[in-house]
């Protein structure tokens, strides 16, 4: 059945008219459904924990817009967390983790990884049951060198200067951290392909901050490592990749990691997109900003992207995550525009 869905078919290189079409971060604070169930959640950890709350903010999306895809609502740090590292979410300051020392690397807790992430394959599970027969279920994971600036800064900071810090001082601590990372995050991807996703996206958010060996070493190596193992269990599963900020690096990150499909930041010219789409189907790459902007903005953004990559295999999509204050209507006027309604 997965075959059948518009979206998988897209994954796959088809090309469709008019593609089909998602939103990353579809599932967040723009809906009122979404803030409601949030507030009844508690914490956000407890949304992400609990099959319930999870799948229901994961449906609302695909209730309201029938999106061709709808990914699994969780956050990347649930993989530290696993891990046995801390982890709190504060209102108005994101994620928080106590920093990672060097010696604590060795002592990162992998036995009971999967029990602890078990609410989440069950959210899989249930998710691949009740969504529409037609629409694609992605999972997906922070790749490593994003998900290590956290435990490291133990929050998210403008240019992810302690990471790279650390990765210099300490080159050889920080690759085991990095393989560790790639290794328990494929096996998370290979989980959720288990319990029923169709294609697994890896976020690679603060990719655009390396320099060029740090870039082939810590985002592009794991994320290879990554898919290779993916490829042994699930090998027709499509993965999605997704460096954002990787500017001309984007050119050779599909033959450098193996991912199948390119998902693009907003500053990808639409000339490059086209060029990279002959290798394959790419993902893409309407500025959240216009989605907020809405009218003239909004349309010229959404014809400009369709007139240069609809005519090759593409999927719809911001290119980054929809921002919490975008009108919902607004995101109502973008899905009629793509689907020429």
Known sequence: MADDRRMMRVLKGETLSPPPIWMMRQAGRYLPE?????????????????????????LQPIRRY?????????????????????????????????????????????????????????????????????????????????????????????DQAPARLFSYRHPKAFAKLIDLLADMSAEYLIRQLDQGADAVQIFDSWSGVLDEASFAAYCEAPVRRMVERIKLRHPHAPVIGFPKGAGSRYEGYRENTGVDVLALDWSVPLTTAARLQRQGAVQGNLDPMRLVAGGTALEEGIDRILQSLGGGPFVFNLGHGVTPETPVEHVAAMVARVRGQ
């Open 34 to 58: 979404y803030r409601a169930t949030r507030q009844e959640a508690g914490s956000f950890l407890d949304l992400c924990y609990s099959p319930d709350f999870a799948v229901e903010v994961t």
């Open 66 to 158: 029938g999106f061709d895809a709808s990914i699994l609502f969780s956050d990347i740090l649930v993989v530290p967390h696993a891990l046995g590292r801390d982890l709190r979410f504060e209102e108005g300051r994101g994620p928080l983790m106590t920093p990672i020392a060097e010696e604590e690397i060795a002592t990162l807790a992998t036995t009971g990884f999967h029990e602890r992430l078990g609410p989440v394959y069950e959210t899989v599970r249930r998710l691949r049951a009740e969504l529409p027969g037609e629409t694609t279920l992605l999972g997906f994971c922070g790749a490593p060198w994003t998900v290590a600036t956290y435990m490291i800064a133990g929050k998210g900071t403008p």
